[in-house]
């Protein structure tokens, strides 16, 4: 069984601050790892992707891959009220076929 | 860019009803799927169809459960024999395949279902 967990939170954190939100993932032959926002009541909406180790960064976000830990985290810089949701980390297995596995998502709430 | 359609947004049924949702992929998607989630968890997979074909189908899915894509296009999930257990937000999902990388999945704004 393909196991993605995160830290289900509530994580707060001040407006203008940094939110970590991590994920490990259980198969070791998970190539390609995906971050989602949800709001409440919505449906998911893709932020980032990453394939390669290291770090991806896009605007404020900017996520980080260790599969040698099986670890990917997302780093939100500036965090602003907006940003409060539900982020959900989601794995795939290879590139050729394999259903998504999301974790159960880490709340996160930005205080002003 | 019209985006993932699904339909309908809300259903409302009885225990032992039958019901279908529809779901209209992104256009040059050639892959869909089907997910459920439930209030406060990720979204489980359900399924998915790569052009008409299905590929792969949750062990968790109970009988009841059928989907179907005719023609590699839209798409149908029904549940018979509906449970209270069944209430959940369903959500389909598309992507293209094409080599590495494979696209990300691009959501609907999914149909929430409630059993009475």
């Known amino acids: 069984q393909k196991e993605v967990e995160q830290n289900s939170g509530p994580l707060s954190v001040p407006e203008g601050a940094i939110a970590s939100l991590n994920c490990t993932y259980s198969d070791r032959g998970s190539q390609s790892f995906f971050w989602y926002r949800q709001y409440s009541g919505k449906s998911p909406e893709l932020i980032m992707f990453?394939?390669?180790?290291g770090d991806k960064e896009d605007g404020r976000f900017t996520a980080q891959l260790n599969k040698a830990s099986q670890y990917v985290s997302l780093l939100i810089r500036d965090s602003q009220p907006s940003d409060s949701a539900t982020y959900l980390c989601?794995?795939?297995?290879?590139?050729?076929?394999?259903?998504?596995?999301f974790g159960p998502g880490t709340r996160l709430s930005v205080l002003p | 860019d019209t985006g993932v359609s699904q339909n309908p947004r809300h259903k409302i049924t009885k225990r032992g009803q039958n019901v279908t949702f529809r779901c209209d992929p992104i256009s040059e998607h050639n892959r869909l799927y089907w997910y459920r989630q439930t209030l406060g968890q990720g979204p489980e997979f359900l399924t998915y169809f790569q052009n008409e074909a299905q590929l792969e189908k949750s062990r968790l899915l109970s009988d009841r459960f059928s989907a179907e894509r005719p023609k590699g296009s839209f798409s149908t999930l029904e549940i018979q024999r509906t449970e209270q257990g069944d209430s959940a937000m369903y959500l389909c999902?598309?992507?293209?395949?094409?080599?590495?990388?494979?696209?990300?999945?691009?959501f609907g704004n999914g149909t929430r279902l409630t059993v009475t």
């Open positions: 989601a794995v795939k297995e290879d590139n050729y076929g394999q259903n998504f596995v």
């Open positions: 990453i394939y390669s180790n």
């Open positions: 999902a598309s992507s293209l395949a094409q080599g590495f990388p494979n696209s990300p999945l691009h």
